[in-house]
């Protein structure tokens, strides 16, 4: 079982950037695939950006490519979501989720065991 403690939120002025860092405990994080989730009130969990286990792998939402960077480091047990260029619709709980069954990067919420307890985005106009 990993636990996952995201940081980095905050309110920044559109434009404006913001790093999210998600620490994982246990010695096993590089069997993990792990992503970034986002939800807005009102709405659906969202996928925003997943990473292999090496790394080597690299999907993003839509609505972030060009903007936002996924990043892992598995010697400090940690995944990276640096975000450019926000803005107020980037506004969410941002969650960090990871997967140990199968080294793709999945979509859909479903596919994640476990799960952060979210950080909070605040992109003002």
């Known amino acids: 079982q990993v636990q996952l403690v995201e940081t980095g939120g905050g309110l920044v002025q559109a434009g404006g950037s913001l790093r999210l860092s998600c620490a994982a405990s246990?010695?096993?994080?590089?069997?993990?695939?792990m992503a970034w989730f986002r939800q807005a009130p009102g709405k659906e969990r969202e996928f925003v950006a997943g990473?292999?286990?090496?790394?080597?792998?690299?999907h993003y939402a839509d609505s972030v490519k060009g903007r936002f960077t996924i990043s892992r480091d598995n010697a400090k047990n940690t995944v990276y979501l640096q975000m450019n260029s926000l803005k107020p619709e980037d506004t969410a709980v941002y969650y960090c989720?990871?997967?140990?069954?199968?080294?793709?990067?999945?979509?859909?919420?479903?596919?994640?065991?476990?799960w952060g307890q979210g950080t909070q985005v605040t992109v003002s106009s």
């Open positions: 990473i292999s286990r090496s790394g080597g792998t690299i």
């Open positions: 246990g010695r096993t994080f590089s069997r993990y695939t």
């Open positions: 989720a990871a997967d140990m069954a199968i080294d793709v990067v999945g979509l859909s919420r479903s596919l994640y065991d476990y």
